[in-house]
C-alpha cells in the first residue's frame, strides 16, 4: 500500500474569503473523486484551521501502489479538480510512502 501525502500553500496575496472558497471546493472535488476513479483506496482533504501555519490544504490518501497513484495523478477528474488551486496555490510539497 502506498499513502499519498500532499501539503498544499495558498498565496498570501489572496483574501482570506477566497482561500476558504477554494479550499471548500477543492475539498469538495477531491472527496467526490472515489467513485470515479476505481484505484483510490482511500481519500480525505484537511483544510488547516491553524493560520500560524504555512501550509492550508493536506490532501492524505491510500493506494494499492505506485502505479495507481500514478494513474490517479493523470486522471482527467483529478486535473480538474487540482485546477480548482491553479490562481490561489503558492506551492505544494508530496510524500509518498509504502505501509
Same mark, same amino acid.
Given at each position: 500500500?502506498?499513502?499519498?501525502?500532499?501539503?498544499?500553500?495558498?498565496?498570501?496575496?489572496?483574501?482570506?474569503?477566497?482561500?476558504?472558497?477554494?479550499?471548500?471546493?477543492?475539498?469538495?472535488?477531491?472527496?467526490?473523486? =472515489?467513485?470515479?476513479?476505481?484505484? &483510490?483506496?482511500?481519500?480525505? $482533504?484537511?483544510? @488547516? +484551521? %491553524? =493560520?500560524?501555519?504555512?501550509?492550508? &490544504?493536506?490532501?492524505?490518501? $491510500?493506494?494499492? @501502489? +505506485? %502505479?495507481?497513484?500514478?494513474?490517479?495523478?493523470?486522471?482527467?477528474?483529478? $486535473?480538474?479538480?487540482?485546477?480548482?488551486?491553479?490562481?490561489?496555490?503558492?506551492?505544494?510539497?508530496?510524500?509518498?510512502?509504502?505501509?
Amino acid at each position: 500500500m502506498v499513502r499519498h501525502i500532499v501539503l498544499f500553500k495558498l498565496r498570501d496575496d489572496v483574501p482570506e474569503e477566497e482561500k476558504l472558497r477554494v479550499m471548500k471546493a477543492f475539498k469538495v472535488a477531491i472527496e467526490a473523486l =472515489p467513485p470515479k476513479i476505481a484505484c &483510490i483506496r482511500e481519500i480525505e $482533504v484537511g483544510l @488547516n +484551521m %491553524d =493560520p500560524n501555519e504555512k501550509w492550508h &490544504i493536506a490532501l492524505n490518501s $491510500v493506494f494499492d @501502489n +505506485m %502505479d495507481d497513484v500514478n494513474f490517479y495523478s493523470v486522471h482527467p477528474d483529478h $486535473v480538474a479538480a487540482g485546477k480548482l488551486l491553479a490562481d490561489t496555490k503558492e506551492s505544494r510539497a508530496c510524500v509518498n510512502y509504502e505501509f
